[in-house]
């Protein structure tokens, strides 16, 4: 070989090399912009969320100031309506807050599928333990809707007693003037409907404690900031209280027939009627179940998926306000362009960005005890939360509900692929 040729050689090895380190140059480059954007928009969020909280106190303070004034208001009769679906844990002590209300007179409304439930068993060991506390127990059978949930309301507001409706989730824990606290808005006729935050009470385990977290941070920190930016145009399906007209102008729970996320077009369309849509400075208790790891990201993935079918722009735009996969992006990128101090100030950034999140809104707000001495455990929960975001976006539009087998289409409304058929006894 020439010398020529030689030289040649390495003059073209050498500008593969500088190509090479070049074209990983740019690529890192492109994962550090993505990080910084990611950063500012995280903090952007944050600060938005900061206004929204200092809103949501004040506004909490006025109503309850309202609620104070006139000695004499009334308090017209309720009904609570519990959809009952198995024994879960801790089934029993959330249901007897509800038997427990200090409130002048109210029923409770419990449905299920069958008599076979063994939910019923519980039901009737409360009904035994207070039995000035009038129940019924509506059997609706296998449903005929895409929601199994919402065909077994509509049997039971059809039994309900009185014009007041309270619609609770079966997991739901609250204290004895939770309707001294729902019910006072809806004395106002321009107030259609009356829903509440509320805070994760976890079981065992570090999974369910950022489960737990994420519902009073992550969750409360999406809604007091949409209220804030657009008014309340949804309900959260923990608490859903409103008068019966309202509910029958709006052609009855039917209309929510074929939606996953019947609370969030329940809202909706109370909304759409004109009537306001009330957050309630009230907070509920979630109390979560004990599960496995896999069990609560399918569940997770599962809600994410209804909210990128029902709202998919702002479902996309939810991947810019986690804070966490942008801090590690922008410590790996950086520390790869020979800059560690910039990429360390993005990763810290990123923690104390996500542990102040959970003190502001999960305790600030929520007053969730749990937010303030594990706010550094919510930088994890966020990070899953990113991974769960993504997850929403893969694997097809199937899922599974309560043992069942649903799809999603168009719009967040469900469609049963396979269900149990079960008789009414």
């Known amino acids: ?49 900061f206004v929204a909280a200092v809103r949501n106190l004040k506004l909490a303070r006025a109503q309850q100031a309202g609620m104070a004034e006139p000695a004499d208001r009334l308090h017209p009769a309720v009904s609570i309506l519990k959809p009952l679906h198995g024994a879960e844990p801790q089934l029993e002590e959330n249901l007897e ?17 069958s008599s076979a439930d063994p939910a019923l068993v519980i039901v009737e060991r409360l009904r035994a333990r207070y039995p000035g506390i009038p129940v019924r127990v509506v059997l609706s059978g ?35 003037d939770f309707l001294r606290n729902v019910i006072p808005p809806l004395l106002l006729p321009k107030n259609g409907l009356v829903t509440c935050l509320y805070r994760g009470v976890p079981a065992r385990g570090i999974w369910s404690s950022l489960e737990a977290l994420g519902m009073s941070v992550e969750m409360a920190s999406g809604v007091i900031t949409a209220d804030m930016l657009e008014g309340m145009k949804f309900a959260l399906g923990c608490v859903m209280a409103m008068r019966r007209e309202v509910l029958e102008q709006i052609g009855g729970i039917a209309s929510m027939a074929e939606y996953y996320s019947d609370d969030f077009v329940l809202g909706n369309q109370v909304h759409a009627a004109g ?137 967040g409304r469900i469609s049963p692929v396979q269900r149990r058929s079960e008789a009414v006894e």
């Open 1 to 49: 070989m020439t010398f020529s040729a030689t030289a040649y050689l390495v003059k073209s090895a050498a500008t593969c090399v500088l190509l090479s380190c070049e074209g990983l140059s740019l690529f890192w480059r492109a994962i550090l912009f993505v990080a910084v954007i990611g950063t500012a928009s995280s903090t952007a969020f944050l600060g938005i969320a």
């Open 97 to 113: 807050t509800f038997f427990l209300q200090d409130y002048p007179e109210f029923e409770i409304v419990f449905g299920c599928r």
């Open 142 to 176: 296998a449903p005929h809707w895409p929601s199994a949930k919402v065909w077994s309301l509509d049997k039971m507001i059809a039994g309900a007693k009185h014009s007041y409706l309270v619609i609770s989730d079966s997991d739901i824990l609250v204290s004895p």
């Open 275 to 411: 009537y306001q849509v009330v957050l309630s400075h009230y907070r509920a208790a979630h109390v979560l179940c004990e599960q496995s790891l896999s069990t609560t990201i399918s569940t997770q993935i599962r809600w994410m998926k209804s909210t990128r079918y029902s709202r998919p722009l702002g479902h996309l735009g939810t991947g810019l306000t986690f804070a966490v996969p942008y801090g590690i992006l922008g410590f790996v990128a950086a520390t790869a362009l020979g800059h560690s101090g910039l990429g360390a100030a993005l990763f810290v950034w990123s923690l104390l960005n996500r542990m102040a999140q959970c003190v502001s809104i999960g305790y600030g707000v929520i007053g969730d005890q749990r937010a303030l001495r594990l706010c550094w455990l919510y930088p994890l929960r966020d990070l899953l939360g990113f991974f769960v975001w993504m997850a929403s976006y893969l694997g097809g539009s199937s899922f599974r509900w309560r043992g069942e087998l649903y799809r999603f289409t168009s719009g």
